[in-house]
Nanobody, 126 residues
Framework: QVQLVESGGGLVQAGGSLRLSCAASGGTFSNYVVGWFRQAPGKEREFVAAIRWRFGITRYADSVRDRFTVSGDTAKNTVYLQMNSLKPEDTAVYYC???????????????????WGQGTQVTVSL
């Protein structure tokens, strides 16, 4: 089992930026697909982005494409989600997750991911 810890959330004005981090222990991220998901109040958890970084393969939800970037640091065993041009509708708890089966094409499905972090709150104000 991989232990995941997210950090970097906070309160930011619309148009601002945040960088979320997902640190792993108990496994090597570069062997997995790492995904980011989010859950807003009263809504289902949804896919945001994912990376199969050994091969440089990324995937994004349409709602964040061109604003968010997912990347990894092998030395730190950490995955990042750089979020730019934030909108109030990006407000949610953000979770990272690891898919240890590591398909070449990262999955958008929650059920594909084996291990989850506890989440970090992102709030975007007008």
């Amino acid at each position: 089992q991989v232990q995941l810890v997210e950090s970097g959330g906070g309160l930011v004005q619309a148009g601002g930026s945040l960088r979320l981090s997902c640190a792993a222990s108990g496994g090597t991220f570069s062997n997995y697909v790492v995904g980011w998901f989010r859950q807003a109040p009263g809504k289902e958890r949804e896919f945001v982005a994912a990376i199969r970084w050994r091969f440089g393969i990324t995937r994004y939800a349409d709602s964040v494409r061109d604003r968010f970037t997912v990347s990894g640091d092998t030395a730190k065993n950490t995955v990042y989600l750089q979020m730019n041009s934030l909108k109030p509708e990006d407000t949610a708890v953000y979770y990272c997750a690891a898919d240890r089966t590591a398909p070449m094409t990262p999955s958008r499905s929650l059920g594909a991911y084996d291990d989850w972090g506890q989440g970090t709150q992102v709030t975007v104000s007008l």
